[in-house]
């Protein structure tokens, strides 16, 4: 299985990621990486926190010679600012300064809940982790999961489908050909008309000191059928995409295929119906049965079935405003209108990289599950019998 932990405050020293069941023989590049961590950090609509961020990751363990070994691979991403915050940061006793205690919890953000939890009465030892800037190792971990995955044609990407309530369409094309107009576009959406609306929100909501949220979509395609299982709840692939999903900072919602729509529409508008063909066999994953609408998402009964899978997920505007809002000082129990930190008016884009990132790590655990073996060439065969054994069905 494929699990991982993180480590890091948003203004320590670096992000740690430690990745466990990575198969043997795996290609894996810092540049890769690297790529998916630029991406993390385009966007319309951040802050000025990008400009210091530069993310870079370094590889430290479980690869040699630009292949993963099957050891643990432990991933670091440096905080380039870490200079100014060495000693408000710093582990050593000798530089506590209760004199700098944040003691001011903002609304919608882990502050006060935290603060009641641990007994903590300096807030930065909760926000310094609870922090978006944990995602960025999070992507990390996701680009080592995409590279295992595009070694048997699975491709995860995504697309910005809402900002603020504007809601994009996608042209009719291949799920490749959105990708490659998305990322083009500096809010990843390939609807020209709709991005031109959602920058003009950005730009007003910037300007009155708001913020916006909205809704990414995440595609995975060359998915075979039986990833995931009916057997018992917490094998189930939808509840685990859901969950892998849900724990992005500021995540409010997921739905697989039409989602919500489901509960609105007749049966016979929802379910997609099976056809069969035996000249598709080799053509994809799925074999010889196809479907002709996609409204499950890819995911019926808890497994894959063959088609792509479709994930949306809903991001909350993001809670730190130039436009206060009201909390309590914890200290003096007055109230106040909660200040600003350095902050995005609009990080929909950077969540949909965020999006992705879990999303692989999740179908890479389920496709290790299923096709498990010590090194690639191992799920290799295992995967190729499986393929072999389903076309015939
Ligand atoms: C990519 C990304 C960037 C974010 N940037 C910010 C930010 O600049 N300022 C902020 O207040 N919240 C930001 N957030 C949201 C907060 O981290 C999140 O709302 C907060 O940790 C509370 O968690 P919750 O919304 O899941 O309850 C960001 C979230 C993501 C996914």
Known sequence: MLRYLTAGESHGPQLTAIIEGMPAGVPLLAED???ELARRQQGYGRGD?????KDQVEILSGVRWGETL???????VKNRDWENWSTKM??????????QAVTRPRPGHADLGGALKYGHRDLRNILERSSARETAVRVAVGAAAKALLQLFGIRVG???????????????????????????SPLFCCDGTAEQEMKRLIDDAKGSGDTLGGVVEVQVIGVPPGLGS????????????????????????VEVGIGFETARRPGSQVHDEIFRDAARVGADSGGAYYRTSNNAGGIEGGMSNGEAIILRAAMKPIPTLYKPLRSVDML?????????ERSDTCAVPAALVVAEAVVAVEIANAFLEKFGGDSIQEIGCNYEAYCQRIRTL
Not at 158 to 184: K, L, Y
């Open 332 to 340: 003096t129990h007055e109230p106040f209108q909660a200040a600003v």
């Open 90 to 99: 710093s582990s050593l006793p000798e530089f506590r300064d209760e004199s």
């Open 33 to 35: 990486i690297n790529r």
């Open 49 to 53: 926190r990008m400009k210091i961020e």
């Open 70 to 76: 099957a050891s643990p691979v432990t991933l670091v």
């Open 158 to 184: 995504g697309v910005v489908r809402e900002v603020g309530g504007v809601v994009a369409t996608d042209p009719a094309a291949s799920f490749e050909d959105i990708w490659a107009s998305a990322g083009q």
């Open 230 to 253: 009916h057997v018992q709840w917490d094998r189930k692939l939808d509840a685990r995409l859901a969950m892998a999903l849900m724990s992005i900072q500021a995540i409010k919602g």
